[in-house]
């Protein structure tokens, strides 16, 4: 996972689509389209998501064919929603090796909870923890939320990918190219100025004293690195 979380959204309802993709791209994640298996089966490999909505109802394959298919590829999260609704299709969608299941119509604040909670499980699963902490910083990956002394920190998404991808290597040195391709891709990658308005900002809001950082420390010429937890430093 470079920066926001990818969802791939699989589903043959425009209007279901457009709702999904607005609601979940306005809290941060990123979207990504299938409206049939072949597409989704396809996206699977090539964009490698760190979440799979379903509904089993699709165009052109079964959506519980789609569930082992994905699950012969990858262990990616499945939340299934569905307008099939019987106990039937819920136990067959789970036995096969989907993580939960939302019946349609669905209220968009459950969604979102059963979401959290499959990647979450991702993350213990993985061994990995959802939420960094250091000192007076608190990065939760899931929820996307950044606490400095207990209180609420707004990040715009740009910053927030930026700190992601730190925390999700802290302790490592990070180069400019790096983090630039990962956050804005390829094409940005020589734009290191524009690097350094971005951790200027982070620093701003992040650190007591941002002329004197303790969290985002600079190597000189090379790129950036998250200072690890005082327990887990060498």
């Known amino acids: 996972m470079a920066n926001a979380f990818t969802i791939l959204v699989v589903d043959d309802e425009p209007p279901i689509l457009r709702f999904l993709r607005t609601?979940?791209?306005a809290?941060?994640?990123r979207i990504v389209i299938a409206e049939d298996a072949a597409a989704a089966l396809a996206a699977i490999d090539s964009v490698k998501p760190d979440l799979v909505i379903l509904d089993l109802g699709l165009p052109d394959r079964s959506?519980?064919?789609v569930i082992s298919e994905i699950r012969r590829q990858s262990p990616v999260p499945i939340v299934v929603l569905s307008a099939q609704n019987d106990e039937r299709s819920k136990v067959e969608a789970l036995d096969l090796g989907a993580d939960d299941y939302v019946g349609k119509p669905f209220g968009m604040a459950e969604l979102m909870a059963r979401i959290r909670a499959a990647l979450r499980h991702r993350f213990q699963k993985q061994g990995e923890l959802p939420t960094f902490v250091s000192g007076d910083l608190s990065v939760d990956l899931v929820r996307r939320q950044v606490l400095r002394d207990g209180h609420e920190v707004k990040l715009s998404?740009?910053?927030f990918d930026v700190l992601k991808h730190l925390v999700t290597h802290a302790g490592k040195v990070l180069l400019?190219?790096?983090?630039?391709q990962e956050v804005w891709g390829p094409a940005?990658?020589?734009d290191v100025q524009y690097?350094?308005?971005f951790i200027r900002g982070l620093r701003q809001k992040l650190e007591p004293d941002p002329t004197r950082p303790t969290h985002i420390l600079t190597e000189l010429g090379v790129g950036y690195r998250l200072q690890l937890p005082p327990e887990q430093r060498v």
């Open 195 to 197: 690097l350094r308005v």
């Open 27 to 29: 809290v941060g994640y």
């Open 63 to 65: 959506g519980f064919a």
């Open 23 to 25: 609601s979940l791209a």
């Open 176 to 180: 400019h190219r790096h983090l630039l």
């Open 188 to 190: 940005h990658a020589g």
């Open 157 to 159: 998404p740009k910053e």
